[in-house]
């Protein structure tokens, strides 16, 4: 295991509120027990009107709020963001904004999507892409193999009861922010609401996933102005589409020395010999849920 105490934020695979205990029975019929992630409800509100509610495992409801608006397109980058309320008696959480806001029309276009725990996206996501311009940062290699040896080794909820995904936004070989949560997109808001609330720009970030590289995934970090985007696991056609019309660093199947690269490889700078890379040792954590 590796220490995450250099972490800005870090899973806290111990927190109590997080997991529950529960008594099973394993192949053997023997009695055992494990821990398994809770999975609560929170509906987020922009100023009076209700937005969504989310199944959620209930950290930081503030930035996942934050970052679910700003990656709907319902916060501006000119917005005022006059408050942020959390009621964990009613699971909601409020944000109030100078601006007032109105988006009924918005929500009669809401389309379910891929993503599990109630993924949601909007019908018109997709023009929010239109105009967007990603920073033509390099990526070194040599990051992407520290990245992944050191963020797979990282204490998590997903070590400990599996059924999480994980995001981090990362700077060079560097992991800032590390993100948990039963639907892999409240894990990319999350690091959204965080950027948003602590003013961190998005032009030298690389965000790492342990979920697939769908479409919403690739759509949310281009938004985001993050020029890269990685992970251990595979990659849909409409994401793999949509990363190269906007210029997006695609990088999948990232396991010890191999990975892909279907978007952006001009962005890459093969600085590392990957024979030269340590090969991924079978991890005694549990499989992961794609």
């Not at 250099?6 to 053997?28: C, E, K, N, S, W």
């Not at 509906?43 to 209930?58: C, K, S, W």
């Not at 290699?141 to 990282?154: C, D, F, M």
Request: proline letters at 3%; hydrophobic letters at 40%.
């Amino acid at each position: 295991m590796q220490d995450s105490s250099d972490y800005l934020i870090a899973p806290d695979p111990g927190a109590a509120r997080l997991t529950r205990g529960v008594t099973g029975f394993d192949h053997q019929g023997r009695a055992v027990e494990t821990r398994v992630v809770e999975e609560r409800p929170l509906t987020i509100f922009l100023n009076g009107q209700e937005i969504v509610t989310a199944m959620t495992i209930g950290d930081y409801p503030d930035y996942l709020a934050l970052g679910f608006l700003c990656n709907q397109g319902m916060l501006r980058a000119e917005d005022e963001i006059t408050g942020v309320d959390f009621d964990e008696e009613l699971d909601t959480v409020v944000v109030r904004t100078a601006r007032q806001t109105n988006y009924e029309e918005k929500m009669r276009k809401k389309t379910r999507t891929s993503g599990c725990a109630v993924g949601t996206v909007f019908g018109d996501m997709m023009a929010g892409l239109e105009g967007v311009s990603l920073p033509d940062i390099n990526v070194r290699t040599s990051w992407l193999y520290a990245l992944s040896a050191r963020i797979n080794r990282t204490p998590s909820l997903y070590l400990e009861a599996g059924a999480i995904h994980g995001t981090v936004l990362c700077q060079q070989d560097r992991p800032l922010v590390y993100m948990e949560d039963v639907g892999r997109h409240n894990a990319v808001d999350k690091i959204a609401g965080w950027m948003l609330a602590e003013g961190v720009s998005a032009d030298d970030k690389i965000l790492y996933t342990t979920g697939r590289l769908t479409s919403e995934m690739v759509i949310k970090t281009a938004m985001m102005g993050i020029p890269a985007l990685a992970s251990r696991s595979g990659f849909t056609a409409w994401g793999v589409e949509i990363a190269q019309q906007v210029g997006l660093t695609l990088i999948g199947r990232m396991k010890g020395q191999r990975f892909i690269c279907l978007s952006g490889e001009a962005r890459l700078i093969r600085d590392i010999d990957p024979a030269t890379v340590a090969a991924e040792p079978r991890r005694a954590g549990r499989k992961a849920a794609e």
